[in-house]
């Protein structure tokens, strides 16, 4: 308790080392003095002090100190529990009998210290290749003799390995030994060595049964899984001598009524028992173990056996001495701090620098570990006693760490706590370290943990914001600004160099959202640095005025880091400021397009091309398109200018031409007669340097006219005559053409034209529009007596339409009036085709002949003879 009280007293006057800013300065160590603490009292520092020549950059500090314990000299008994199992044979066997024999001879410098040997492995009656071996042996009972036949050396030296490896069975006997020795020994301490899983142990007496589903059969068996409570059958051994764990069938029971089992054991959890109950026995902090060669599991185990930080392990059987003599020194010391684990974790925002040693000065070892999960870095220190004497007492020991850290940018965390709130917001405190905790066994003997208090720390950070203006000064809306477009601000050292982390550029986005800077975390060294805006992602540099304002200072292009006073300077604000001093001309294109009839469907591309200074060698090109007449109009993309193109005058004037491109023309389509027009761009500066551009004329129009080529059409039929034998000659018959409606209605009569041969024709008709047309066909009565004339009427429909190529087309139907169909109505033919009937007027024939009447002389009289006439073939 009094180490704590004064712990908290020197966090109060750390507290008040603060100066105007709070600005922290680190404390110097002030070591304790003979009378300070008292015997068995620890206490623990901690100080961050910056390094000469650096800002955000520290070496810490860990310092513990504590007393001696005072008193009578204690008595002590050790027993050294040996794995002889066959795996140890070889390098490792002759590795720990030699380490062994020097901790013997290390600890017998106490001359109230004795000595026990137990060893173990398995029962085995040996083979070609190993000897024989027992379970578990006394090799030598507590002794101070270290030599000769009865001595410690020679009861290590003859141990001989064979066998499997019985971990309960040794830690068992050694307990046994310790529990045998009289109430009046002060310390009883074990020491167990081993190389691998233990693969045998004593049978429990106690089993958690789960009972089989359904009967119970040889091949459907009760589960037993053996529970470890310190209860065992020392005269059944069980085990595979190769495996941590075992399974193995027995039956229970006589016959017919036979219980089938199946019993699971756990060697290791048989061993960690055994170890639970020596640590009861001889105090949870006196049991040490070596796992030498072990895997992972093995190492486990071995950990688990052991007292709180008092578990080693090696791959290396010739570190067996030192790990021997490091015990052997906790074991005989009176330090008020023993087998201490010191756990630091770096605070959010703080990172180790590896570069630079972790350095324990000879006071044990550390390993750094990962950031995991939500802990950060952590540093673990590890050693087992407090050796080193402070200087001017004679009981007062002490052993220190240092490292360096550095700040990272999650320093930037918005949730991070920070250790102090200043008024002045460049200097905040940050803690240095999350926690940092030793847990050690005290003069006592019994656990114990003491705690560092983190120091706290000023860091500097480079803040730089982006401002971008129009060319009045006013900020540019975010709306208003080009996406992704970032300005390049490149920060270097003047001198000396930093090549870790400057010259550094910087992306920076214009009118950030409020405050608007980039913090960066990464100055490191004093010096004189230099800001200058280098490059942006979208147009050129030459676009903006760019101005400079450093720690509040316009025009300021360069900033020192450094210390005044051993407090580190303000954070540092830089602010780049753009102002858009450029003129944006854009040139506009209009275009009228008529003459596309209304049921046009056909897209009309036109193309421009804008040529002049500023522009590709070939132009910029674009295109309108229409589906259908109107009005449309475009602009180029804009043409920037800037005060370099006035090249030192106050007015410039470029000429731009507009050429709408007829290269592959449209058909049907009329161009407009001036294909070609001049834009001039006039640009001016005023006197505060601001450009503007005046355009004339601001918009080119160009008027292009659609207009299909017409069409002819030929209407006639044909006619037929009928019943006349001479063949039908020309001009025998006309026909008449009329206008007519979708009715059939007769209109006004167009033409009249005579057959020629078995067809008629009419003159061609000239359509140059689109539409549709009907026309009358009809037969003239000529008055001709004997030709029949034909009466029907045919109604002709012409559709004029525009194929959208220039071009009209016409599609001709004829249709021939059904009187019969209900209701009457026109129905469409293949042809206007009439025919006619030929008839003769009738003619009168008389027959007759003569008659001569002979050999009468009288004269043949009227009515003498009669003759008659019959048709015939």
């Not at 509040?552 to 580190?568: A, C, K, L, R, S």
């Amino acid at each position: 308790m009094k180490g704590l009280n004064k712990q908290k007293l020197l966090a109060i006057l750390l507290a008040v080392l603060m100066l105007a800013g709070h600005a922290f300065i680190a404390p110097e160590i002030v070591s304790a003095e003979n009378g300070e603490l008292q015997p068995g009292e620890v206490r623990t520092y901690k100080t961050a002090t910056p390094v000469p020549g650096m800002v955000n950059t520290w070496d810490i500090k860990l310092r513990v100190e504590g007393r001696d314990k005072e008193g009578p000299a204690e008595t002590t008994r050790v027993v050294l529990v040996i794995d002889r199992s066959g795996s140890m044979q070889g390098t490792r066997m002759t590795e720990a009998k030699n380490a062994a024999k020097e901790f013997v001879k290390e600890v017998l410098k106490d001359p109230n210290l004795e000595v026990a040997i137990v060893s173990f492995s398995s029962k085995y009656d040996g083979n070609w290749q190993y000897p024989p071996s027992e379970l578990v042996t006394v090799d030598r009972t507590f002794t101070r003799t270290l030599t000769g036949d009865q001595g410690l050396n020679k009861a290590i030296d003859d141990l001989v390995a064979s066998g499997g490896t019985h971990t309960q069975a040794g830690i068992l006997k050694g307990k046994e030994l310790l529990d045998a020795l009289p109430a009046t020994i002060d310390n009883k301490i074990m020491v167990l060595l081993s190389d691998g899983l233990p693969t045998f142990s004593y049978e429990p007496l106690n089993w958690d049964i789960v009972e089989a589903t359904g009967t119970n059969t040889s091949s459907n068996r009760h589960q037993w899984y053996g529970i470890y409570d310190g209860h065992f059958d020392e005269s059944t051994v069980v085990g595979t001598g190769s495996t941590l764990t075992q399974s193995y069938d027995q039956t229970l029971g006589t016959r017919p009524n036979w219980v089938y089992i199946t019993k699971h054991i756990n060697n290791g959890s048989a061993a960690i028992r055994a170890a639970s109950d020596t640590k009861a026995s001889i105090g949870q902090n006196n049991l040490f173990t070596i796992a030498v060669g072990t895997d992972a599991t093995g190492t486990d185990i071995l950990r688990q056996i052991a007292s709180q930080n008092r578990a080693y392990s090696t791959n290396n059987p010739s570190e067996l001495e030192g790990i021997y003599g490091e015990i052997a020194g906790i074991i005989t010391s009176q330090s008020a701090v023993r087998s201490a684990v010191v756990t630091d974790e770096m605070g959010d925002g703080f990172s180790v620098v590896t570069d630079v040693q972790i350095d324990t000065f000879g006071d044990g070892t550390t390993e750094l570990k990962a950031p995991a999960g939500t802990t950060n870095q952590t540093i673990k220190w590890t050693f087992p006693e407090l050796k080193k004497l402070v200087v001017g007492t004679d009981d007062i020991r002490y052993a220190e760490m240092t490292y360096r850290i550095e700040i990272n940018p999650s320093i930037l965390d918005p949730g991070i706590e920070l250790a102090e709130i200043s008024v002045d917001p460049n200097h905040h405190l940050y803690w240095t370290n999350k926690s940092t905790v030793m847990t050690y066994t005290n003069s006592d003997d019994n656990p114990d943990s003491a705690s560092f208090e983190s120091p706290k720390v000023d860091p500097v950070f480079l803040k730089i914001k982006k401002i971008l203006t129009d060319n009045q000064g006013n900020l540019i809306a975010g709306d208003m600004i080009a996406d992704n477009l970032t300005f390049d601000v490149e920060i270097k050292k003047s001198s000396g160099g930093d090549s870790a982390n400057f010259p550094h550029t910087e992306a920076l986005v214009p009118n950030a959202e409020d405050p608007g800077y980039v913090w960066l975390t990464t100055l490191r060294h004093e010096g004189t640095y230099s800001v200058e805006e280098i490059g942006v992602s979208s147009g050129s540099l030459s676009e903006y005025d760019i101005s400079y304002k450093t720690d509040g200072v316009d025009g300021g292009t360069t900033f020192e880091v450094n210390h005044v006073g051993n407090i580190p300077r303000s954070d540092i604000e830089v602010e780049v400021t753009n102002r858009r001093n450029v003129a944006l001309v854009s040139i506009g294109v209009e275009k009228t397009l008529s003459g596309r009839p209304g049921t046009s469907t056909k897209t009309d591309k036109f193309g421009f091309v804008l040529t002049g200074p500023k522009l590709p060698v070939d132009g910029v090109k674009k295109e309108l398109t229409f589906a259908g007449n109107g009005t449309k109009d475009f602009r180029f993309d804009s043409i920037l200018f800037t005060s370099i193109d006035l090249g030192g005058a106050t007015t410039k004037d470029f000429f731009y031409t507009v050429t709408e491109d007829s290269s592959q023309p449209i058909a049907g389509i009329t161009y407009d007669e001036n294909l070609s027009r001049t834009v001039t761009v006039t640009l001016s500066k005023d006197n505060q340097g601001r450009i503007s551009a005046a355009v004339d004329p601001a918009t080119v129009s160009f008027t292009n006219h659609y207009e299909a080529e017409g069409v002819e059409v030929e209407l006639g039929g044909t006619k037929t005559l009928e019943n006349r034998n001479k063949a039908l000659g020309d001009d025998e018959f006309e026909f008449a053409l009329y206008k007519s409606d979708v009715d059939g209605i007769e209109g006004a009569h167009v033409e009249t034209v005579s057959n020629v041969g078995g067809i008629f024709k009419f003159s061609k008709l000239d359509f140059d529009a689109e539409g549709t047309y009907y026309y009358l066909i009809k037969e003239v009565d000529g008055g001709l007596g004997w030709f029949t004339y034909d009466t029907k009427e045919y109604l002709v429909k012409v559709v004029i339409a525009d194929n959208d190529e220039g071009k009209l087309e016409a599609a001709v139907s004829y249709y021939i009036y059904d009187e019969e169909a209900d209701p009457p109505a026109w129905v469409e033919a293949e042809v206007a085709a009439f025919t006619n009937s030929y008839l003769a007027e009738g003619v009168e024939v008389e027959l007759g002949g003569t008659k001569t009447l002979e050999n009468r002389n009288k004269a043949l009289g009227d009515d003498e003879f009669e003759f008659a006439l019959y048709k015939s073939d």
